[in-house]
Nanobody, 119 residues
Framework: QVQLVESGGGLVQSGGSLRLSCAASGSIFTHYTMGWYRQAPGKQRELVATITSGAVTNNADSAKGRFTISRDNAKNTVYLQMNSRKPEDTAVYYC?????????????WGQGTQVTVSS
């Protein structure tokens, strides 16, 4: 079992920056691919970025060039640095931990943190 707690959300002006953090506990952090997803009102949850235990990253097209995902395995924490924010980035941002050893899938979500970008 993994517990994920996000922090760092809030209100930011268009063009501004914000960093989200997600602290994990309860299992071996380095096993997991960590990710950030977001869900805007009336829309489906979508991928923002992921980072593997070996620090290989994958960004959604909407995040490329503006958002950076990173992890600190010593602190069991994953970050999302968001720059050049746009109003369409307004959403609830969720942290995800996923590990698939063999045929077993371990998949956990945080409670989400609201990010609002004003124009």
């Amino acid at each position: 079992q993994v517990q994920l707690v996000e922090s760092g959300g809030g209100l930011v002006q268009s063009g501004g920056s914000l960093r989200l953090s997600c602290a994990a506990s309860g299992s071996i952090f380095t096993h997991y691919t960590m990710g950030w997803y977001r869900q805007a009102p009336g829309k489906q949850r979508e991928l923002v970025a992921t980072i593997t235990s070996g620090a290989v990253t994958n960004n959604a097209d909407s995040a490329k060039g503006r958002f950076t995902i990173s992890r600190d395995n010593a602190k069991n924490t994953v970050y999302l640095q968001m720059n050049s924010r746009k109003p369409e980035d307004t959403a609830v941002y969720y942290c995800n931990a996923r590990w698939v050893p063999g045929t077993t899938v371990y998949n956990y979500w945080g409670q989400g943190t609201q990010v609002t970008v004003s124009s």
